[in-house]
Protein backbone atom coordinates (compact mmCIF):
# COMPACT_ATOMS: atom_id res chain seq x y z
CA UNK A 1 0.00 0.00 0.00
CA UNK A 2 1.33 3.21 -0.69
CA UNK A 3 1.57 5.67 2.21
CA UNK A 4 -1.48 8.19 0.93
CA UNK A 5 -3.80 5.52 0.51
CA UNK A 6 -3.09 4.28 4.08
CA UNK A 7 -6.08 4.80 6.05
CA UNK A 8 -4.06 6.86 8.40
CA UNK A 9 -3.85 9.52 5.99
CA UNK A 10 -7.39 9.40 5.21
CA UNK A 11 -8.40 10.17 8.89
CA UNK A 12 -6.07 13.36 8.73
CA UNK A 13 -7.92 14.30 5.34
CA UNK A 14 -11.56 13.93 6.32
CA UNK A 15 -10.78 14.94 10.06
CA UNK A 16 -13.93 17.95 10.77
CA UNK A 17 -12.69 20.74 12.30
CA UNK A 18 -15.33 22.74 14.42
CA UNK A 19 -14.40 26.35 14.75
CA UNK A 20 -15.15 28.41 17.46
CA UNK A 21 -18.38 30.51 17.72
CA UNK A 22 -16.89 33.10 19.62
CA UNK A 23 -13.58 34.48 20.89
CA UNK A 24 -15.41 33.78 24.35
CA UNK A 25 -16.49 30.07 23.78
CA UNK A 26 -13.30 29.85 21.99
CA UNK A 27 -11.54 27.26 24.72
CA UNK A 28 -14.96 25.42 25.13
CA UNK A 29 -16.27 24.79 21.99
CA UNK A 30 -14.67 22.15 19.93
CA UNK A 31 -11.61 22.34 18.26
CA UNK A 32 -10.37 19.43 16.32
CA UNK A 33 -7.06 19.93 16.00
CA UNK A 34 -4.68 18.04 13.56
CA UNK A 35 -1.00 17.31 15.18
CA UNK A 36 1.30 15.22 14.01
CA UNK A 37 -1.07 13.92 11.21
CA UNK A 38 1.80 12.81 9.05
CA UNK A 39 3.90 11.46 11.76
CA UNK A 40 3.91 7.48 10.87
CA UNK A 41 2.63 7.92 7.60
CA UNK A 42 4.21 5.46 5.27
CA UNK A 43 6.43 4.67 8.15
CA UNK A 44 5.87 1.06 8.89
CA UNK A 45 2.10 1.62 8.58
CA UNK A 46 0.88 -1.78 7.83
CA UNK A 47 -2.42 -3.45 7.64
CA UNK A 48 -2.24 -7.05 7.94
CA UNK A 49 -5.53 -9.60 8.19
CA UNK A 50 -6.68 -7.84 11.82
CA UNK A 51 -6.97 -4.44 9.95
CA UNK A 52 -4.95 -2.98 12.29
CA UNK A 53 -2.33 -0.44 12.58
CA UNK A 54 1.04 -0.32 14.58
CA UNK A 55 1.84 2.66 14.21
CA UNK A 56 0.76 6.19 13.55
CA UNK A 57 -1.71 8.62 15.69
CA UNK A 58 -3.98 11.58 15.37
CA UNK A 59 -4.09 14.00 18.42
CA UNK A 60 -7.92 15.26 18.92
CA UNK A 61 -8.34 18.55 21.25
CA UNK A 62 -11.58 17.86 22.52
CA UNK A 63 -14.41 20.63 23.43
CA UNK A 64 -12.96 20.70 26.93
CA UNK A 65 -9.57 21.60 25.78
CA UNK A 66 -8.31 18.48 26.69
CA UNK A 67 -6.02 16.80 23.95
CA UNK A 68 -6.56 12.82 23.61
CA UNK A 69 -4.83 10.62 21.09
CA UNK A 70 -6.80 8.47 18.78
CA UNK A 71 -5.61 5.97 17.33
CA UNK A 72 -6.29 5.03 13.28
CA UNK A 73 -8.29 2.14 14.42
CA UNK A 74 -11.84 1.97 14.86
CA UNK A 75 -13.76 2.16 18.24
CA UNK A 76 -10.32 2.15 20.23
CA UNK A 77 -9.54 5.47 21.72
CA UNK A 78 -6.28 5.81 23.93
CA UNK A 79 -5.53 8.63 26.77
CA UNK A 80 -2.20 9.95 26.78
CA UNK A 81 -1.54 8.15 30.15
CA UNK A 82 -2.33 5.09 27.71
CA UNK A 83 -5.27 4.29 29.75
CA UNK A 84 -8.31 2.85 27.44
CA UNK A 85 -11.37 4.29 27.38
CA UNK A 86 -14.51 2.61 26.96
CA UNK A 87 -15.25 2.81 23.34
CA UNK A 88 -18.06 1.03 21.41
CA UNK A 89 -18.28 0.49 17.73
CA UNK A 90 -16.44 4.08 17.25
CA UNK A 91 -18.15 5.87 20.05
CA UNK A 92 -15.65 7.03 23.16
CA UNK A 93 -16.76 9.53 25.85
CA UNK A 94 -14.13 11.47 27.53
CA UNK A 95 -15.09 13.96 30.61
CA UNK A 96 -17.69 15.78 28.78
CA UNK A 97 -16.88 15.35 25.22
CA UNK A 98 -18.29 12.61 22.66
CA UNK A 99 -15.69 11.18 19.95
CA UNK A 100 -17.31 9.45 17.63
CA UNK A 101 -15.24 7.40 14.80
CA UNK A 102 -16.55 6.01 11.48
CA UNK A 103 -16.22 3.58 9.57
CA UNK A 104 -14.44 5.15 6.87
CA UNK A 105 -11.85 6.73 9.67
CA UNK A 106 -13.66 10.51 10.45
CA UNK A 107 -13.35 10.97 13.55
CA UNK A 108 -15.40 13.98 15.25
CA UNK A 109 -15.66 15.32 19.13
CA UNK A 110 -18.68 16.87 20.88
CA UNK A 111 -20.29 18.07 23.95
CA UNK A 112 -21.93 15.27 25.20
CA UNK A 113 -25.51 15.48 23.86
CA UNK A 114 -27.09 16.08 27.63
CA UNK A 115 -24.13 18.79 28.17
CA UNK A 116 -25.83 20.11 25.15
CA UNK A 117 -29.36 19.98 26.25
CA UNK A 118 -28.62 21.52 29.82
CA UNK A 119 -27.27 24.58 28.45
CA UNK A 120 -30.28 24.61 26.03
CA UNK A 121 -32.76 24.22 29.61
CA UNK A 122 -30.61 26.88 31.53
CA UNK A 123 -30.99 29.56 28.16
CA UNK A 124 -31.83 33.13 30.20
CA UNK A 125 -35.22 34.56 30.15
CA UNK A 126 -36.86 37.64 30.55
CA UNK A 127 -39.29 38.64 32.93
CA UNK A 128 -40.96 41.98 34.18
CA UNK A 129 -41.42 43.33 37.46
CA UNK A 130 -44.74 43.23 38.39
CA UNK A 131 -44.81 46.90 39.69
CA UNK A 132 -42.15 48.64 37.91
CA UNK A 133 -42.14 46.38 34.08
CA UNK A 134 -38.00 46.61 34.51
CA UNK A 135 -36.50 43.63 32.69
CA UNK A 136 -35.15 41.06 34.57
CA UNK A 137 -33.29 38.28 33.37
CA UNK A 138 -33.03 35.26 34.85
CA UNK A 139 -29.84 33.63 33.84
CA UNK A 140 -30.82 30.09 34.77
CA UNK A 141 -33.47 29.77 32.91
CA UNK A 142 -37.00 29.54 32.64
CA UNK A 143 -38.50 28.56 36.37
CA UNK A 144 -42.55 29.48 36.10
CA UNK A 145 -44.40 32.40 34.50
CA UNK A 146 -43.91 33.89 38.34
CA UNK A 147 -39.80 34.63 39.16
CA UNK A 148 -38.80 36.62 42.35
CA UNK A 149 -35.45 38.56 41.32
CA UNK A 150 -33.04 37.38 43.62
CA UNK A 151 -31.75 41.07 43.24
CA UNK A 152 -34.66 42.88 44.58
CA UNK A 153 -36.59 40.68 46.25
CA UNK A 154 -39.74 41.59 43.93
CA UNK A 155 -42.37 39.21 41.94
CA UNK A 156 -42.02 39.58 38.39
CA UNK A 157 -43.73 38.03 35.37
CA UNK A 158 -42.32 36.47 32.50
CA UNK A 159 -41.91 38.62 29.49
CA UNK A 160 -44.96 38.17 26.79
CA UNK A 161 -44.93 39.88 23.35
CA UNK A 162 -47.60 39.53 20.56
CA UNK A 163 -46.63 38.11 17.11
CA UNK A 164 -49.78 39.65 15.06
CA UNK A 165 -48.07 41.73 12.06
CA UNK A 166 -51.41 43.68 12.02
CA UNK A 167 -50.86 44.89 15.78
CA UNK A 168 -49.34 48.31 16.26
CA UNK A 169 -47.39 47.30 19.38
CA UNK A 170 -43.77 48.68 19.45
CA UNK A 171 -42.38 49.07 22.41
CA UNK A 172 -40.64 52.51 23.52
CA UNK A 173 -37.33 51.32 22.28
CA UNK A 174 -38.38 50.77 18.75
CA UNK A 175 -38.21 46.83 20.04
CA UNK A 176 -41.31 44.65 20.69
CA UNK A 177 -43.85 45.52 23.05
CA UNK A 178 -43.49 44.04 26.10
CA UNK A 179 -46.21 43.06 28.53
CA UNK A 180 -47.30 40.38 31.10
CA UNK A 181 -50.14 38.20 32.42
CA UNK A 182 -50.57 38.08 35.95
CA UNK A 183 -51.93 35.10 37.06
CA UNK A 184 -54.73 35.42 39.46
CA UNK A 185 -54.09 33.67 43.33
CA UNK A 186 -50.38 34.14 42.86
CA UNK A 187 -48.39 37.00 44.92
CA UNK A 188 -45.49 37.17 46.53
CA UNK A 189 -45.25 35.43 50.08
CA UNK A 190 -43.84 37.30 53.48
CA UNK A 191 -40.56 34.64 53.00
CA UNK A 192 -40.05 35.89 49.51
CA UNK A 193 -41.28 33.00 47.56
CA UNK A 194 -43.94 32.86 45.42
CA UNK A 195 -47.08 31.79 46.89
CA UNK A 196 -49.96 30.05 44.89
CA UNK A 197 -53.86 30.20 45.91
CA UNK A 198 -57.16 29.29 45.07
CA UNK A 199 -58.57 31.96 42.61
CA UNK A 200 -60.50 32.14 39.82
CA UNK A 201 -58.62 32.09 37.09
CA UNK A 202 -57.82 35.70 34.75
CA UNK A 203 -58.18 33.29 31.24
CA UNK A 204 -55.34 32.78 28.55
CA UNK A 205 -52.93 36.04 28.75
CA UNK A 206 -54.34 38.37 26.17
CA UNK A 207 -52.31 41.50 23.97
CA UNK A 208 -52.77 45.11 25.69
CA UNK A 209 -52.82 46.27 22.12
CA UNK A 210 -55.01 44.51 19.27
CA UNK A 211 -57.10 42.11 21.93
CA UNK A 212 -55.34 39.04 20.43
CA UNK A 213 -54.66 35.61 22.02
CA UNK A 214 -53.57 33.46 19.56
CA UNK A 215 -51.15 35.99 18.86
CA UNK A 216 -49.35 36.28 22.43
CA UNK A 217 -46.38 34.56 22.96
CA UNK A 218 -43.36 34.45 25.53
CA UNK A 219 -40.77 36.29 24.70
CA UNK A 220 -37.14 35.83 23.70
CA UNK A 221 -34.31 37.53 23.93
CA UNK A 222 -32.47 37.78 20.67
CA UNK A 223 -29.30 36.52 21.82
CA UNK A 224 -31.40 33.61 23.13
CA UNK A 225 -32.94 32.56 20.05
CA UNK A 226 -29.62 32.89 18.35
CA UNK A 227 -28.03 30.70 21.10
CA UNK A 228 -31.24 28.01 21.12
CA UNK A 229 -30.27 28.15 17.00
CA UNK A 230 -27.01 27.16 17.66
CA UNK A 231 -27.04 24.27 20.31
CA UNK A 232 -30.06 22.72 18.50
CA UNK A 233 -27.25 23.09 15.70
CA UNK A 234 -24.94 21.01 18.08
CA UNK A 235 -27.31 18.17 18.51
CA UNK A 236 -28.20 17.26 15.44
CA UNK A 237 -24.35 17.51 14.22
CA UNK A 238 -23.89 14.75 17.02
CA UNK A 239 -27.16 12.77 15.81
CA UNK A 240 -26.35 12.48 12.50
CA UNK A 241 -22.72 11.40 13.12
CA UNK A 242 -24.54 9.03 15.70
CA UNK A 243 -26.49 8.18 12.89
CA UNK A 244 -23.67 7.58 10.26
CA UNK A 245 -21.66 5.24 12.76
CA UNK A 246 -24.75 2.91 13.17
CA UNK A 247 -25.19 2.75 9.38
CA UNK A 248 -21.72 1.29 9.23
CA UNK A 249 -22.43 -1.02 12.60
CA UNK A 250 -25.73 -2.46 10.51
CA UNK A 251 -23.30 -3.24 7.65
ZN1 LIG B 1 -51.26 42.53 19.61
Known amino acids: MRPIDSPLCKVGLVLSVLRPKTPRRSRHIATLCLLGLIAGC ?8 SNEFRSGEVNVELPSGEIIRVLPKQSLVILPSGEELRATAGEATVGE ?4 MAKDGTVSAHRKPDIVSQEL ?3 PTLYLRADTLERVVAESGYESNAFVDPATG ?7 TC ?7 AGPDGGPVLFLWPEAGV ?8 VRSLAPSNGWPTCPHCGGQKTVEKFELPEVVSRRGKLEAELRRVRDARDAIARDRAQ
Open 121 to 123: VRL
Open 163 to 169: NNAACAS
Open 187 to 194: SLGQNGQV
Open 42 to 49: GDGNSRGA
Open 97 to 100: SLVL
Open 154 to 160: QLCWIAL
